[in-house]
């Protein structure tokens, strides 16, 4: 029975264990120094003592082997970093291109393409504006000319990592696009709008949603336009989504349909969002 305490008492002490917010942080920080003090080394023995308790334990005892089973494992952690930033600033013209890079995903070979993906399209922009910098220059003509790529993580947590990566571009006027990345993190591939859904009739559904979202902003807000029933607009008002609409998860697991500038509405209105309530998206899920 004393023994069965011990454990018992084990068991608590470890569920009692607070993970500070910056444990990478003081990880990385020991891992790295050269000089790392005694307080650190008593503290390292410590743990590795507690670690060899605690699989003694396993080994003797099968009930408390059986409710380690119980205790949740931190899965691998996925990250966005910074893997590069192309930048020029002469004359009136300047970029700045950051490259995002993933890391931690198990699917490889996923981690691998999305990498080259966003490598490949964050060059392919830097070598653009440096051709377009140069006609400009050949022709003498004189102004200003601007690009700029950055990334934004609407989402990462146990479930869903939503990444969007910015073009903006600006010669007199200006226009920024987006590409959307979803990852489902517990099946690892990516999310696609299509996918999520078991048939087609979500197309209808979210369309009329968002509809009926665009006529109550309207209604609310004089300064606020969509071509919805625009006489003038014709073919061009907004009818339907595409059955591939961008779109991203928000933190609050919601759907969130988005278009780019011009696509739905005036210039002036910018990039366009539309939150999807979860009943209605819910029930024609997967």
């Not at 606020?224 to 989504?241: H, P, Q, T, V």
């Amino acid at each position: 029975m004393k023994d069965i305490d011990k454990i018992k008492k084990l068991k608590q002490n470890y569920n009692d264990i607070k993970i500070p917010e910056n444990l990478n942080e003081v990880v990385n920080d020991a891992i790295n120094s050269k000089h790392i003090n005694k307080r650190f080394n008593k503290k390292w023995i410590v743990a590795v003592a507690s670690v060899c308790v605690v699989i003694g334990a396993v080994n003797i005892n099968k009930s408390f082997a059986q409710s380690l089973e119980e205790i949740p494992v931190i899965g691998s952690v996925i990250k966005i970093i910074n893997f590069s930033n192309y930048q020029i600033k002469e004359d009136g013209y300047e970029a700045s291109i950051k490259v995002p890079k993933i890391e931690g995903l198990d699917n490889k070979d996923l981690e691998y393409k999305l990498n080259k993906e966003f490598e490949s399209e964050g060059k392919k922009l830097y070598d653009q504006y440096l051709q377009e910098v140069k006609s400009l220059k050949d022709s003498n003509s004189a102004g200003h000319k601007a690009a700029e790529s950055w990334y934004e993580v609407k989402t990462d947590n146990d479930k869903i990592l939503s990444l969007v990566i910015y073009n903006y571009e600006a010669q007199g006027s200006s226009n920024t696009t987006r590409k959307f990345y979803n990852i489902d993190k517990k099946n690892q591939v990516i999310l696609t709008l299509e996918g999520m859904f078991k048939n087609d009739k979500y197309i209808d559904a979210i369309s009329d949603n968002i509809k009926e979202q665009m006529k109550n902003q309207m209604k609310q807000d004089e300064n606020k336009i969509y071509w919805l029933d625009d006489k003038e607009m014709g073919d061009e008002n907004f009818k339907s989504i595409n059955k591939n609409q961008d779109f991203y998860i928000n933190k609050d697991g919601e759907l969130v349909i988005c278009f780019d500038k011009y696509e739905v509405a005036p210039g002036y209105m910018g990039l366009v969002e539309f939150t999807i309530p979860n009943d209605i998206v819910q029930p024609l899920m997967n």
